[in-house]
Nanobody
Framework: QVQLVESGGGLVQPGGSLRLSCSAS????????IVWFRQAPGKEREELSC????????KYENSAKGRFTTTRDRAKNAVYLQMNSLQPEDTAVYYC????????????????????WGQGTQVTVSS
């Protein structure tokens, strides 16, 4: 059973922007941190960001820091990934997942145990 659904991917020119959406039930969105990943052909899965269940804390990996922003919309049971200044190396399938374990050691959000996944949405950056 698919519990999370990504949308918003597509073809964009270098320098352009996209906003990806991750949709799930309120039970999921209100009780789990949500993580964004991407995977390009022939490459390892790469974590991009995590947002806490309440949406008050976020964490970004280096590949996303400064260009990508993850937010929540409680009314829509959605988590977004705003992607700006996209480049060809950002081409990948983008996934969202729940994090079953979250810590805040040292004030740093860490998300682990990615149990539930969406089906992914393709992002292609090309001129």
């Amino acid at each position: 059973q698919v519990q999370l659904v990504e949308s918003g991917g597509g073809l964009v020119q270098p320098g352009g922007s996209l906003r990806l959406s991750c949709s799930a039930s309120s039970a999921i969105m209100n009780n789990y941190a949500i993580v964004w990943f991407r995977q390009a052909p022939g490459k390892e899965r790469e974590e991009l960001s995590c947002i806490s269940d309440e949406g008050s804390s976020t964490k970004y990996e280096n590949s996303a820091k400064g260009r990508f922003t993850t937010t929540r919309d409680r009314a829509k049971n959605a988590v977004y990934l705003q992607m700006n200044s996209l480049q060809p190396e950002d081409t990948a399938v983008y996934y969202c997942a729940t994090a079953g374990y979250v810590s805040f050691l040292g004030g740093v959000l860490t998300c682990r145990d990615f149990d539930s996944w969406g089906q992914g949405t393709q992002v292609t950056v090309s001129s």
